[in-house]
């Protein structure tokens, strides 16, 4: 009988630890990241459970910048060493995508070390049993290339300002085939004009001057892409041949300040949207627009015991959502250690 009780009464505090741990979405430090890994930016989950991790380093690019692996157990190790830019000697790894065939897409965001002249690109990375061989330069000629998405024969890439000094500003999306990745690379068109740009949207705030920048795709097959500066979030729904047949801006503010990398959930369809100005995540409803603030903390935390240090892009890993505290020196923020990927556990 003594037995039992003392069962139950365990059972009953296990009840409420659990219940207690639920409650709360106070994120902590998923990965502490050492000096040569300062700027931690686009993740994406591989079939082999491994989050893949860009650190471009734009913080201080005495280191280069380099491609990370997150094991299941929240251990790090190097998976590539991004090759420089010819010209401006830095690699701006931003957005990354698994491809079809399991090589890495990445966007080269040349924007950052203060080039906006057409000097961004798409690179791959070639992985073959986890081990990366080699990196194509696949499509040259972007302003600002941000997010990386790969669905169906295709793969997206956001372009975060079309022109740099209109106003509203100009942004959109790339699509290019697979198959048309062959030979030399693609040499974009400037000016808006290339063949490639499959969508195209106005940023109207005057305080980010950032357009086009998280994506994804639904088990659906819709497309959802951030504006950053307006925070907002629109979905392009597209017919059987993959065009464009309707846009529709499914959520806006309510409490978003800014949005910035994206990831749908796999059994959900929930959207959580990293916002950099707001040092916060959301969750989007995709039916109902409704915006669900997970965690928001003050400006300036500097990262200390996992706080948000201006948050760039989120990764689903079971119930973990896993954030890039991007840490840039802009506006009310200071580059500061730790430098660290946060975790906030979901209900
Ligand atoms: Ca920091
Ligand atoms: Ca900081």
Redesign the pocket.
Known sequence: MARKAVLAVCTILGAIVIAGCSTSAEPKIGVLLPEKYNTPDGMVLGPDGNIYLNIPNFSDSNYPAKVLKIDKRDRISEVFTLPKHPETGKAGPLGIDLGPEGNLYIADNQSMYGHNDYKSRLLRVNMKDGKALGCDVLVTGFIQANAVSCHGDSVYVTETSLDTEADPMPSGVYRFRFSEFKGRPIALKPDAKDEHLFVKFLTHSKDWRVGANGMGFDAEGNLYVCNFGDAGLFRFVLDEKGNVKARQLIAKDNGMKSTDGLKIHPKTGDIYIADFVGNAVHKVCPKTGEVTTLWRNHDNS??IGGLL?RPSEVCIRGNKIYVS?I?LALTGNKY????TISVIKLK
């Open positions: 500097g990262g240090d505290n840490d500061d250690q730790p430098h």
